[in-house]
């Protein structure tokens, strides 16, 4: 225990020491350093061996340079002049600090108008100089520059506005209401009566006698054949019964209009060209089927002829084939009428087979239109050939020259 005791006394006694040396060390360096300093401070004093040590000239400024706020540092002070007849320190040539009008020459000696200098200068050798006697210039009354320095002036009172005096009402008169005098009550005019729309009733066109107005009334828009023109023959809405469009279809029971449908597809062409009627193929084999034209594999009737004239308006003709049957026709061709011909065996057909004659040339060739073909359609027949190859027909055949009496 006592063992503890004495090493914890010795320990404390070390550290006391070792303070003690630390703080006699830290006083002697620093009189050491203030020493050093002053040292330094006498010597600056001195001029070095080789300069000499030139009087100041000019007063000393007791300001400081500075930039001023907003500027730089001034070009001049007041009392900042330079010596008569010199330059800034470190010119050539300038007036001694005590006015005697000595010249300080570069290499430290001291000369004047008289050729002696009255300050004396430290040279090379170690001699002293004595410093020139520093000038206070006298720079003026100090310019305040903090606003703190500037004497606020007090603001005058404003004076406080009198008010406006409020203007009194004034009595305004209430006018007094006037009589008018009562008129007299208008007279409400009687309502009057619309009149009733009667509809006009819708005018049917007047159909001959003998016509079938109720099957021409309900017929659609046919469909479109080819139309020749040519001259000395009538306009010609042609249509031919082999026509893709309606070829394959039945004519009556069981015949197709491609073979057997001649009859109708002619009087088609007729009453298309000479009327107003449009009607085509399909809807004229129809009519015909069911008016009983129809006959089986053997076409139609001959009197489907004068049958369809009379029932479309037409006037029909028979005028059979006898030796003034040419003349009847070529008279009729030239007026503008039409005829229809039954053909036998020949350039038309090998049996049976109706065709239409259109019109006559200046030369007196009969055009035809042929709905079997095409080509005997354009071209120009002599009647002497028609007539050869026409067939016997009942019904006034096989000649009908068929007319518009409108």
């Given at each position: 225990?006592?063992?503890?005791?004495n090493?914890?006394?010795?320990?404390?006694?070390?550290?006391?020491?070792?303070?003690?040396?630390?703080?006699?060390?830290?006083?002697?360096?620093?009189?050491?350093?203030?020493?050093?300093?002053?040292?330094?401070?006498?010597?600056?004093?001195?001029?070095?061996?080789?300069?000499?040590v030139?009087?100041?000239?000019?007063?000393?400024?007791?300001?400081?340079?500075?930039?001023?706020?907003?500027?730089?540092k001034?070009?001049?002070?007041?009392?900042?002049?330079?010596p008569?007849?010199?330059?800034?320190?470190?010119?050539?040539?300038?007036?001694?600090?005590?006015?005697?009008?000595?010249?300080?020459?570069?290499?430290?000696?001291?000369?004047?108008?008289?050729?002696?200098?009255?300050?004396?200068?430290?040279?090379?050798?170690?001699?002293e100089?004595?410093?020139?006697?520093?000038?206070?210039?006298?720079?003026?009354?100090?310019?305040?520059?903090?606003?703190?320095?500037?004497?606020?002036?007090?603001?005058?009172?404003?004076?406080?506005?009198k008010?406006?005096?409020?203007?009194?009402?004034?009595?305004?008169?209430?006018?007094?209401?006037?009589?008018?005098?009562?008129?007299?009550?208008?007279?409400?005019?009687?309502?009057?009566?619309?009149?009733?729309?009667?509809p006009?009733?819708?005018?049917?066109?007047?159909?001959?006698?003998?016509?079938?107005?109720?099957?021409?009334?309900?017929?659609?828009?046919?469909?479109?054949?080819?139309?020749?023109?040519?001259?000395g023959?009538?306009?010609?809405?042609?249509?031919?019964?082999?026509?893709?469009?309606?070829?394959?279809?039945?004519?009556?029971?069981?015949?197709?209009?491609?073979?057997?449908?001649?009859?109708?597809?002619?009087?088609?062409?007729?009453?298309?060209?000479?009327?107003?009627i449009?009607?085509?193929?399909?809807?004229?084999?129809?009519?015909?089927?069911?008016?009983?034209?129809?006959?089986?594999?053997?076409?139609?009737?001959?009197?489907?002829?004068?049958?369809?004239?009379?029932?479309?308006?037409?006037?029909?003709?028979?005028?059979?084939?006898?030796?003034?049957?040419?003349?009847?026709?070529?008279?009729?061709?030239k007026?503008?009428?039409?005829?229809?011909?039954?053909?036998?065996?020949?350039?038309?057909?090998?049996?049976?087979?109706?065709?239409?004659l259109?019109?006559?040339?200046?030369?007196?060739?009969?055009?035809?239109?042929?709905?079997?073909?095409?080509?005997?359609?354009?071209?120009?027949?002599?009647f002497?050939?028609?007539?050869?190859?026409?067939?016997?027909?009942?019904?006034?055949?096989?000649?009908?020259?068929?007319?518009?009496?409108?």
């Open positions: 225990m006592k063992k503890k005791k090493r914890l006394t010795n320990i404390i006694k070390l550290e006391l020491i070792c303070l003690i040396a630390v703080t006699i060390f830290v006083g002697g360096l620093v009189r050491w350093s203030e020493s050093r300093s002053r040292a330094d401070g006498s010597q600056n004093t001195k001029q070095t061996a080789s300069g000499t030139k009087a100041q000239e000019g007063p000393i400024y007791t300001e400081p340079y500075g930039e001023e706020e907003g500027g730089s001034p070009s001049s002070f007041p009392g900042d002049t330079l008569q007849g010199g330059q800034e320190p470190g010119g050539m040539t300038g007036e001694s600090p005590d006015g005697s009008g000595g010249l300080v020459k570069g290499d430290g000696e001291t000369g004047s108008q008289n050729g002696q200098g009255d300050a004396a200068q430290e040279t090379g050798n170690g001699a100089v004595t410093p020139a006697q520093d000038v206070t210039p006298d720079i003026g009354t100090p310019v305040p520059t903090k606003e703190t320095d500037v004497p606020k002036s007090t603001p005058e009172p404003t004076a406080t506005p008010p406006t005096p409020t203007p009194k009402p004034q009595n305004t008169p209430t006018p007094k209401p006037q009589n008018t005098p009562a008129g007299k009550p208008t007279a409400t005019p009687a309502p009057t009566a619309t009149p009733t729309l009667t006009t009733p819708t005018v049917k066109p007047d159909y001959a006698e003998g016509m079938d107005a109720d099957f021409i009334e309900s017929l659609g828009t046919p469909q479109s054949g080819e139309l020749l023109v040519a001259a023959a009538v306009d010609t809405m042609y249509y031919m019964q082999t026509d893709p469009r309606w070829g394959s279809l039945i004519y009556g029971g069981e015949d197709t209009i491609a073979k057997y449908a001649c009859g109708p597809t002619s009087m088609a062409i007729v009453v298309s060209s000479l009327t107003d449009g009607i085509d193929p399909v809807q004229m084999s129809g009519w015909a089927f069911n008016k009983g034209y129809w006959y089986p594999k053997s076409g139609s009737l001959h009197s489907v002829v004068n049958g369809t004239a009379k029932a479309f308006g037409l006037k029909s003709e028979g005028v059979g084939n006898d030796s003034d049957t040419p003349e009847k026709v070529k008279k009729a061709l007026n503008g009428d039409m005829a229809v011909v039954l053909m036998g065996k020949g350039h038309f057909t090998k049996g049976g087979h109706f065709i239409v259109r019109g006559i040339t200046a030369e007196g060739k009969i055009l035809v239109a042929d709905c079997n073909s095409r080509e005997n359609t354009m071209t120009e027949w002599d002497e050939t028609i007539q050869s190859e026409a067939k016997w027909a009942s019904d006034g055949g096989p000649f009908w020259i068929i007319r518009n009496p409108n």
